[in-house]
């Protein structure tokens, strides 16, 4: 009796840890971004499967395409996402939310860049939650002729930092500017490391260098200092990560070459290579990184077959 009623408790643990499994959720879009978001999912954060898409047709802003969607996973389940709604023009970014990634709430155009009349773009919204203040951080790249030292840079090309916060995706707080490392910069990811320890991955968007870089800061907000040497190649892009096993593996659009290149690290200090260990759905494009649940991911594969 003792060892058919351990039997039937074996299997209810294992059972309870399988509902609780999590896979990785990689966005993503398609030339020429009129069709929306895109979707692929890993067991082991390398091998990425095609969930194929559109799963939200972009409705909002002037050029209704749908750039480098971020997405974060939120209290209660709840999964946030922002997207470049143009390439030039514009003074926002779109939003939506979901819990399953199928079913959207109406999309919002957010006009964060408003109060600035010569703003030449909204770029690459990155969408971080911060727990410790329990608010939502968007960051963007955008370009305001004549306000900074342009270098290299064309005016209309020389781009900075910029955030705003909320807590409800109703109520934002006044945009303020995130980074101004000194040089054109766009592509910025938040990465907590631990309390009081934070990085931020960093695209250099000068014309000679056009690479990835990583500064440091105590808060998500920074400021971000001791700015790295680059680490990738020339003309990379689109950041995004997962950490695993005690590494954080920083995965980025290698568009010189049309293809997706990963690097691994511990530190943000050395970095490896790991691009022969990845496998990503062809024409994917710069996304970012979530988890889902087994019963998000069930229906996914589902509602994939009808594509």
């Known amino acids: 009796m003792m060892k058919k009623l351990a039997v039937v408790l074996l299997i209810f643990i294992g059972f309870g840890c399988a509902s609780k499994q999590e896979y990785y959720l990689f966005t993503s879009f398609r030339e020429p971004a009129t069709d929306g978001l895109y979707l692929a999912y890993s067991e082991d ?3 990425w499967e ?3 898409g559109p799963y939200l047709k972009p409705e909002t802003g002037a050029s209704k395409i749908m750039r480098d969607p971020s997405i974060v996973r939120g209290k209660d389940d709840v999964y946030h996402m922002v997207w470049t709604t143009e390439w030039r023009g514009g003074n926002g970014f779109g939003y939506a939310s979901s819990t399953d990634l199928i079913n959207w709430s109406e999309q919002q155009y957010i006009p964060v860049m408003q109060h600035e009349p010569d703003v030449v773009n909204v770029w690459a919204p990155e969408i971080f939650y911060d727990d410790e203040a329990d608010r939502y951080i968007i960051i963007w790249a955008s370009t305001i002729p004549f306000r900074y030292e342009k270098g290299a840079e064309d005016e209309e090309n020389n781009h900075r930092m910029y955030y705003t916060t909320t807590k409800d995706f109703k109520i934002f707080s006044d945009t303020k500017l995130f980074l101004e490392p000194g040089f054109s910069v766009i ?3 938040i990465v907590k490391r631990a309390k009081d320890d934070y990085a931020l991955i960093i695209k250099d968007n000068t ?5 990835l870089k990583v500064g440091f ?3 998500p907000l920074g400021p971000f200092t001791n700015i790295s040497e680059p ?6 892009e689109g950041p995004s990560f997962i950490k695993k096993d005690g590494k954080y593996v920083i995965y980025y659009d290698n568009y010189g070459e049309k ?3 990963a690097v691994s690290t511990e530190d943000f200090k050395t970095f490896e290579d790991v691009s022969s260990e990845i496998s990503l759905p062809e024409g994917h494009k710069h996304g970012t990184i979530t988890t889902i649940s087994k019963s998000v991911l069930s229906k996914l594969i589902e509602k994939s077959k009808e594509k």
């Open 45 to 47: 954060g390398y091998q």
């Open 50 to 52: 095609d969930l194929k």
């Open 187 to 189: 592509d910025c990811v």
């Open 207 to 211: 014309r000679p260098n056009r690479n």
């Open 217 to 219: 800061g105590k808060t």
């Open 231 to 236: 680490y990738t190649g020339f003309l990379s």
């Open 259 to 261: 293809n997706y290149k």
